[in-house]
């Protein structure tokens, strides 16, 4: 076959001093093709080694480009997940383990200049996906006067690492065992598993952050402001109760003939302190506002990090403004 135009039948055959390529790349991606090329009829001939390499060096160029055109379109097919979508992926991932250790940090600031009265390091690790053990250190806090605040107001023991064990039944984590120590309590709260379940069940706006590092996604999660007040009051309401019950069983070490007036010292105590909780509960305004960051492939969490803000109106009638902040960082997934 010495001549191009023995290549095509009539109906084929091109005209004029051009002939039209029409490819078709008919995938998911639906991409229609044409290329119109010019090539002088008397170079075409088939034993025309420079017509050859030139469409050869053609072709491979254009395969080269619609190569990347395609990973393009891929990566931007992964990048089309909505923001609750990414947090569905990384809840997803994050259920699918059945053991991973976290540790984090939690600090407690009050008043408008952001004074830190109370700090907190602790780790975690979890254990056959549905038991968890955090344990806690908790530095030393001291005013301006000398007295310490915050922590050892509780009744705790400064630089003392706590342990509290937890286990997940009935849909949310609970103390297996001292669940009326104040100490524990207060470690559960910084459960950040429990955060995320937090997150999972409430009424929340979620955005990507633009700048995240290289193959991670940052969700900026704001909960609710109404709902996160009514399950703050609620979960700090069962708090004092399980305070009450602690110093009820702690009442029965007191000699007999002294335990019906120490109890109606601390009924009184404890009913005033309530009250005045609930009171200030019921005006509050609280923020709630978290940055989760996932590895983008697995959907596995990297770093939660939190601010809890709750405005409220104390006992002297101010205006008064506690801020929580946590940071969680995951590791050794399985």
């Keep these: 076959m010495n001549d191009l135009s023995e290549m095509f039948d009539d109906s084929e055959r091109p005209s004029g001093r051009s002939f039209y390529f029409d490819m078709r790349i008919d995938s998911s991606c639906r991409v229609r093709l044409q290329l119109t090329y010019l090539f002088r009829l008397q170079s075409l001939l088939l034993g025309d080694r420079e017509a050859l390499i030139t469409m050869q060096r053609t072709y491979f160029k254009m395969g080269l480009v619609w190569c990347v055109v395609l990973t393009l379109s891929a990566c931007g097919l992964k990048d089309a997940k909505t923001p609750e979508e990414w947090f569905k992926f990384s809840w ?35 254990k056959d996906h549905h038991q968890l053990a955090i344990q806690t250190t908790l530095p030393s806090s001291t005013g301006n006067n000398g ?16 342990k509290a064990e937890l286990q997940w039944n009935d849909g949310s984590w609970n103390l297996k065992s001292n669940k009326t120590d104040v100490n ?20 929340k706006t979620i955005n990507v952050e633009s700048g995240a590092a290289r193959g991670t996604k940052v969700l900026r999660i704001e909960l609710d402001p109404k709902e996160s007040a009514q399950r703050l009051q609620a ?6 109760e399980a305070v009450k019950a602690g110093w009820e069983e ?16 601390l009924e009184q105590a404890w009913s ?28 596995l969490p990297i770093r939660l990090s939190s601010e809890t803000e709750l405005t409220y109106i104390n006992a002297s009638g101010s205006h008064e403004t506690e801020v929580l902040r946590t940071d ?4 050794q997934f399985r």
């Design 328 to 331: 969680s960082r995951f590791e």
């Design 250 to 265: 702690q009442l029965l070490k007191v000699k007999a003939e002294r335990r019906p007036k120490v109890k109606l010292e």
């Design 235 to 240: 979960k700090l309401a069962d708090e004092m």
């Design 272 to 299: 005033e302190g309530r009250d005045q909780l609930m009171t200030m509960l019921n005006q509050a305004d609280a923020r709630v506002v978290y940055h989760l960051t996932i590895n983008r492939n697995s959907g």
């Design 92 to 126: 997803a991932g994050l259920a699918g383990c059945d053991s991973l250790t976290f540790r984090g940090s939690a600090a407690i600031f009050r008043g408008g200049n952001s004074k830190m009265e109370d700090a907190v390091n602790f780790t975690g690790k979890l």
């Design 147 to 162: 007295e310490t605040d915050g922590v050892q107001a509780a009744g705790t023991h400064l630089n003392t690492a706590y």
């Design 184 to 203: 524990n309590l207060g470690i559960a709260r910084l459960n950040p598993l429990d955060q995320l379940e937090e997150i999972r069940a409430q009424k």
